[in-house]
């Protein structure tokens, strides 16, 4: 099992930044994929960024409307990532998930309990 603490979700202006937290706890992390999805209300979750394990380190991937805008972190020991979110909109008023992929034959992917994000116009 994975347990994750997530925080940094708040209210902001538009143009305003926040930088979201996520640290995982419960098994070996430094080979996993950890990032970001979002659910806005009464939409479905969506990707918003992930920092993906290889042997030559961490990938980061971002969905097209997180690019130029949002950078996605890892710690060295893989078992925190970071979300730094700049020019927020209020487009991107959601509920923020942190994910935890173990790929493998059998992929699992484990859910933190979310951060809210409120941003005013």
């Known amino acids: 099992q994975v347990q994750m603490v997530e925080s940094g979700g708040g209210v902001v202006q538009a143009g305003g930044s926040l930088r979201l937290s996520c640290v995982a706890s419960?098994?070996?992390?430094?080979?996993?994929?950890m990032g970001w999805y979002r659910q806005a209300p009464g939409k479905e979750r969506e990707f918003v960024a992930m920092?993906?394990?290889?042997?030559?380190?961490?990938?980061?991937e971002y969905a097209h409307s997180a690019k130029d805008r949002f950078t996605i972190s890892r710690d060295n020991a893989g078992n925190a990532t970071y979300l730094e979110m700049n020019s927020l909109k209020p487009r991107d008023t959601a509920i923020y998930y942190c994910?935890?992929?173990?790929?493998?034959?059998?992929?699992?992917?484990?859910w933190g309990q979310g951060t809210q994000v409120t941003v005013s116009s």
């Open positions: 419960g098994r070996t992390l430094i080979n996993v994929d």
């Open positions: 920092t993906r394990w290889s042997l030559r380190g961490y990938n980061s």
């Open positions: 994910d935890v992929h173990v790929p493998g034959p059998v992929p699992v992917n484990y």
